[in-house]
Structures are given as C-alpha cells and as structure tokens.
C-alpha cells in the first residue's frame, strides 16, 4: 500500500485519485494498522465518502482505536464530525453499542460548552434516529434555531429526521410551526420541513399511492397560498421548490417570481416552471417560454445553469423543439462558467437534432479545459452520433486514458457507448 499517496489524495480532495489508489489495494491490507492509519487519515481530512468507503465498502473497523489510543466513533462525536461519523457508522460490524458510546460523547461534549458552534446537537438527533428513539420536531427545531443557520449542520440534520419519519403528523405541525413560530428562522425552519417532508415521498407502491397523493395535495394546498403573501425571500423561494418537490403543476403560477429581484428566488421560480417544457412545442405557453427565455441570460450563473437544467427536458430526445430554445441552450453552450457549459452540453447530448451550429458548439467543448471529462465526452459522443469523425477520434483518445472502472468519465464513456450502439441502425 502506497499510504503516502493515498494520504496526498486525501489532503488534495482528489477522491477520483484516491479512489482509484485505493483499488491496487488489498482487503487483507486494509484489515491490518495501515488500513486503521488510512481511516484516520481520511477522518481527519473531512473525506467522509473515503471514509464510508473504507469502513462501508472495504471493511475497515471503526470501532479499533487510532495512534495514541484515539477512539474514532468519540472523536466524530465529541467534535461533532456528523457525515464523518455516520460513515464511521456504515459498517455491517457497527451495532448498538458504538452508536449509545457515541451518543453519550456527544451529550457530554455538548453539556460542557452548549454554545460552541460544533455540531454536535447534529450528532444527536442522527443516532437518536438509528437508535429508534422518537425526537419531538418541536426539540428538532429547538436544536436548529441554536445557531438558526440554514447551512449549519444541526438545522440539516434535524431536517433530516423529520424527513425520514414523515407522515401526515408532522406535515400538519410544519404548517402549524410556519403559521405560529415566535421567530422568522423558527419560521424558515418550518416551511424547510414541509419541503423536506416531500423528499420522503415514495409512490412507487400501489397501495400508498393514494394515501401520499393526499399527503401532497395536502402539503400544497397550504403552500399555494403564501406566493401571494410571502415576503421573506429565503420563506419564498423554499415555497416554490416546497411546491414542487410536491407535485405542483401550476406551472403559470411561478411566472411572476421569474423575474424577482432576488437569485434564489428566481432559481426556485425556474425550477417550478421548468415542467411546462415537457409539453409538445404546440401546447407551449409562449409567455412562460419567453420569461424562462429571459433566466438564459441572467446576470448570475447559477439561475442561467438552472435555466440550462429546464431545457433539457424540451431538447433530449423529441423531434419537436422548440427554436428558440434550441437558440439559448447553444449560445449557453460557450457560457463563460464551466458549470453553465457542462450543464447546457448535457442538455444537447441526447438531443435528436442536427445542425451545422450545434455540432460547432460540441466540437468547442471538445478540448475545454475548464470543464470536466465527462462534458468532453458527452460532447465527443454526440457528435460521433451524428457521424463526425471529430467526434469518434476524441472519444478513442479518451479511452486509452481509462485504466479501470474508477477512471474519471469511465461510466460516461459507457453511456456513450451504449448510446451509440442503440442508434446505430438509425439517424438522428
């Protein structure tokens, strides 16, 4: 084992590299003090996917003490290290004991300095949950409002275990919560659970479909009426993405809020608009393709990235596209953020036409060196699709580069692939 370059993956943040290091390694290996050192390694680092796949994947045990007699569950908990520790959590060997050893750390560490800003309320509320002890959403939200920071861990993870409870129950206390909350983040935290509890949502099984479609029309007909009243943008523009994440078609509805002065808001107005471009290009509402026509050219990148994400949906695999759609997603194709141009690539990538225009946007992506490889790749494949040798030559060069199933683009470059074989016997 090469423990020194795997560590220098670590540090980098490079978990292609380190993935990739970690595959020459063997599991006898890991099962011996090197794999322990590494886990510390990557738990130190913040590399919590590294350390799930030490412990989850490779089988490290967590349960075995660090240098200097380091107890690793402690030390995730005791700092409130909470994705950290949930991986250190993630092997078939972690059972009752490491996550009450955990909890009681945690408690400890907390009740000595209650106002440090670890989040160690976050590690509480996640074991509690695998513990099976049932938290009142009303301590959830208490735990929350501590540092009432919508990005701190302890408001993510309360949130968290709402949405993995669910139920008609707790829907009806966010919307109480969001009516009755002393305090506007109290109130912020509320209406995040009632878009939270949509994540929850499964209707995959027939007989719960009824029941979760009434949960949802439930859920909206509380949120549908705050558009016309919310003047907190944060409370907004989580009403929006709320309504969507439940099933909201009222797609005009979210017209007015395109051209808020607030990005996020507009960012959540696209996103609710965005499944009106399902429709065929005939049954369009040319007023809500104009304002969305209008987020292409937003002043912040994210809004015209998810923009971008709005079309793919009127582009990818339709002969009717609508023109001037086809127009915005081309010229965001050689947007000056990368990540406007991965997105707009993808979006052209599976799409059934052929232009002169459009392969010159694909062909400019090919040697882009600020966007990843699977954009170069996507871009390659698509125009091999269509028959252009720039296409097929990149796509060749590329694959000699891939050393295994850890390389960086090797699964795109198998979607490629199997593309390319599906439309072999037709043209595009």
Same mark, same amino acid.
């Given at each position: 084992m090469d423990r020194t370059a795997l560590t220098r993956a670590l540090t980098d943040g490079d978990e292609a590299e380190f993935a990739q290091l970690l595959d020459h390694v063997s599991d006898e290996e890991l099962a011996g003090p090197e794999g322990i050192a590494l886990l510390e390694a990557a738990a130190r680092a913040g590399r919590a996917e590294a350390v799930r796949e030490l412990v989850g994947l490779r089988g490290v045990d967590a349960s075995r003490p660090w240098s200097g007699g380091v107890d690793p569950v402690g030390?995730?908990? /005791?700092?409130?290290h909470v994705e950290v520790l949930r991986c250190l959590l993630s092997g078939t060997d972690a059972g009752l004991l490491l996550r009450r050893r955990a909890l009681r750390v945690a408690e400890a560490a907390l009740a000595a300095d209650p106002a440090g800003p670890e989040a160690r309320r976050a590690v509480i509320s996640m074991v509690e949950f695998d513990l099976g002890i049932v938290t009142s959403p009303d301590e959830l939200m208490a735990r929350a %409002?501590?540092?009432a920071d919508p990005g701190h861990a302890d408001w993510e993870e309360s949130l968290l275990v709402i949405a993995r409870r669910g139920g008609r129950a707790l829907l009806d206390w966010a /919307?109480?919560?969001a009516q009755d909350a002393p305090s506007?983040?109290?109130r912020r935290f509320a209406l995040d659970a009632l878009l939270n509890l949509g994540f929850g949502l499964d209707v995959s099984d027939d *007989?719960? *479909?009824?029941s979760e479609r009434a949960f949802s029309e439930a859920a909206v007909a509380f949120l549908r009426p705050l558009l016309g009243t919310e003047r907190d943008t944060y409370a907004l523009k989580t009403v929006l993405h709320a309504l969507s994440m439940h099933g909201w078609h009222d797609h005009l509805a979210a017209l007015p809020y395109l051209a808020h002065a607030d990005a996020a808001v507009r960012r959540a107005a696209v996103h609710a608009a965005a499944g009106a471009l399902v429709r065929p290009v005939a049954e369009l509402d040319r007023d809500l393709v104009t304002a969305l026509l209008r987020r292409a050219a937003d002043p912040d990148p994210e809004v015209r990235r998810t923009a971008t994400c709005a079309f793919v949906g009127s582009l990818a695999h339709r002969d009717d596209v609508e023109p001037r759609i086809l127009t915005a997603v081309l010229h965001l194709a050689g947007?000056? *953020?990368p990540a406007v141009r991965t997105t707009a690539i993808h979006a052209l990538y599976r799409s059934r036409v052929d232009t002169p225009a459009l392969? /010159?946007?694909l062909a400019d992506r090919l040697d882009d060196a600020e966007v990843g490889i699977d954009v170069r790749i996507q871009a390659a494949g698509a %125009?091999?699709?269509r028959g252009d040798g720039r296409g097929r030559a990149v796509l060749d060069e590329i694959s000699q580069g891939l050393t295994g199933h850890r390389s960086p683009g090797h699964g795109t470059m198998g979607d490629v692939h199997h593309m390319l074989r599906t439309y072999a016997e037709s043209r595009w």
């Open positions: 030390w995730a908990a /005791g700092r409130g %409002l501590v540092h /919307g109480a919560r506007l983040a109290g *007989e719960d *479909e009824d947007d000056p *953020e392969r /010159g946007v %125009l091999a699709a």
